[in-house]
């Protein structure tokens, strides 16, 4: 095509949208003038367009086909349910054995001032690294951590001295995330805050429930997703020793992000949490998550700055 040259020739022009005595540039010419008039178009009903409602939608629709799987395997009989599942890796004595040391070091312990409060002030001291005021086993301060009650020990019921264990490894090796996050727990109003610790304790709770992480005082689980998880994170454990507290680390991102997009509230914290429980199985139960970084990534969680398969 000669570039020098109009893209519509007179006789095209004389001619309207005819065919005769049109030239290729002339065609191109006339799709140019169509293509414009509709981008343009699409761009003013993009202004139309409430991007809040979609992404609400959008949601909806992910969270509803992260179930799907979880839904199929449990309407077929046990027998038939493992078929849903990736193959499970064997576990070596080794790593079996490391597994279990975790589970009796850190999960079913439950919480004590007089045992823990050491720890737990610890978790103050990172969290305020400014502050002059130390508080005590009771103390109003601790709501400022996104505590329910003036007793930290209340909250701790359901998941035992793990999460303040948990919570102190991320304070120490992401700051600056950790600190982002919690500031939002203190919101102008009780309703609008993000309840940390909270937060943190249903995410302790939510992955070892969800692994069926018990010790031997409590009776073993037959559920065949729950063992298949309970495997890929002792391939994680035996990459690194703090896998737990880097996969709470993970799905609390995870879970803040989902507050922040979805303009969550203290009364829709359930809904957000739900979601998270979906996405953390479905990347456990992914074959490729042998390593916190492939867990992040597929939680679509930036922590890591570069993969360490």
Not at 77 to 90: G, I, Q
Not at 93 to 108: A, D, K, T, W, Y
Request: hydrophobic letters at 40%.
């Amino acid at each position: 095509v000669d570039e020098s040259k109009p893209l519509l020739t007179e006789e095209g022009q004389s001619k309207g949208h005819s065919t005769e005595g049109f030239g290729f540039a002339g065609y191109r010419g006339v799709i140019a003038e169509q293509a414009g008039k509709y981008w343009s178009m699409a761009q003013d009903r993009m202004k139309e367009v409430d991007m809040d409602r979609v992404y609400q939608y959008w949601s909806a629709l992910r969270d509803w086909l992260s179930e799907v799987p979880e839904m199929a395997r449990k309407s077929l009989p046990e027998s038939m349910s493992a078929y849903f599942l990736a193959k499970t890796p064997e576990l070596t004595p080794e790593q079996e054995e490391r597994l279990i040391s975790f589970i009796e070091r850190n999960v079913g312990i439950p919480y004590t001032h007089e045992e823990h409060f050491d720890e737990l002030l610890q978790l103050w001291k990172l969290s305020f690294p400014q502050a002059d005021h130390t508080p005590g086993q009771s103390d109003r301060e601790w709501k400022r951590l996104g505590f329910q009650g003036d007793n930290p020990a209340t909250d701790f019921r359901a998941a035992g001295v793990l999460p303040v264990r948990c919570l102190s490894h991320f304070a120490e090796v992401y700051p600056d995330k950790y600190q982002e996050i919690m500031r939002r727990s203190q919101g102008t109003c009780v309703e609008d805050s993000f309840p940390f610790a909270c937060a943190a304790i249903n995410i302790v709770h939510l992955l070892t429930d969800a692994m069926k992480l018990k010790n031997h005082n409590e009776p073993p689980s037959n559920d065949p997703a729950a063992a298949h998880m309970r495997a890929m994170f002792g391939l994680m454990l035996e990459r690194d020793a703090n896998a737990f507290s880097e996969l709470v680390c993970i799905v609390f991102i995870g879970l803040d992000d989902e507050w922040v997009r979805t303009h969550a509230t203290y009364m829709t914290f359930p809904t957000v949490l739900k979601t998270m429980r979906e996405r953390a199985q479905a990347a456990l139960r992914h074959p490729a998550s042998t390593s916190c970084a492939a867990f992040a990534r597929r939680m679509a969680v930036d922590l890591y700055a570069a993969p360490t398969e």
